[in-house]
């Protein structure tokens, strides 16, 4: 795609989206409840919470279709936020042991 | 170098405005991802050290589910008063603006709800470590709802007052982006702080 090309997507489209996001969060707190899953519910909690994140940044905020500049400094905040969680963390709850 | 030339030079440096206002915002989004991220940083440091107060039981899952899920479909609101506005249907635009602001208003009224149960129940900003990092999280979380909320009402007043020009869709998508990136935030805090709690 061309950095100045639109393509949005259409009315029926946003609706199907959140069809899908509100199915997701109802797995979401079905998972949360499930006792049986409770060694592996981190991961998938975490698999789709970032799933409706990519539904809402790509199609509702238009990113998947927008010119890519945006993308990078979306991005770029995003993998910020990633390495301050990790690096908090990893500081205060395994070198520091807080 | 000629005057032609040098005026031919400037024109190639003038970016679009809609370009540049549309990439100060997503700068701006990008920055604020940092501020949440900061502030969950602080809250998984501090999700056990809940002192002689209650933890992560005074949670109501059902009801914070609920609240989510109204935050959701106010980003499909949202996205058709933009997807009208960039149609120029303006009575669309407005009513699905309107509509936005409510499903806000109803957030923001689900929080108040939350928070005063919880403070019933003895969880306070200042009961312990957890208390202060939820609440910081959380109210800051909804402060910037009820800032979307004054944008929305503000946009669909200036509509309704007829000080909305054809050419100004721009401001509904700005005030869109605004909206979505509050409800992403609300993604990851209700699974990072409601959800992997329980």
Redesign the interface.
Known sequence: MSETAHV?PT?RD??Q??GV??VI??V??A???IEALDPV??PI??T??AA??VL??G???HLKY??K??RR??????A???L??GG??FT??VLIG? | MSEHTAVDTNAEHHADPD?VR??AI??F??????F???L???F??YRTRIGDGPGAEVFD??FT?VS??VL??S??T???AH?AS?RKDWRQMRVWLLATAMLGMVFLAGQVYEFTEFVHEGLTVGTSPFGSSFFVLTGFHGAHVAVGVILLLGTAFMSFAGRFRPDEGMNVEMV??YW??V??VW??I???VY??Q?
């Open positions: 949005h009315p946003y609706w989206i959140a996001l509100f969060t109802a979401e707190v998972v949360a409840y519910v981190a909690l975490l789709l919470s409706k994140f809402v940044v199609w509702f905020m927008d010119l500049r945006y400094f979306f991005y770029l905040g995003l910020g936020a990633v301050l969680l908090t963390l205060f709850g807080h | 370009v549309k990439t997503w700068v989004l990008g920055s604020e991802v940092l949440f991220g900061s969950i940083s602080t998984l440091l899952i059902p589910s989510s899920f959701l479909m980003s499909l949202m996205v058709l997807h960039t869109g982006l979505h990136f409800d992403i993604i990851a209700f699974t990072i959800l992997l329980v």
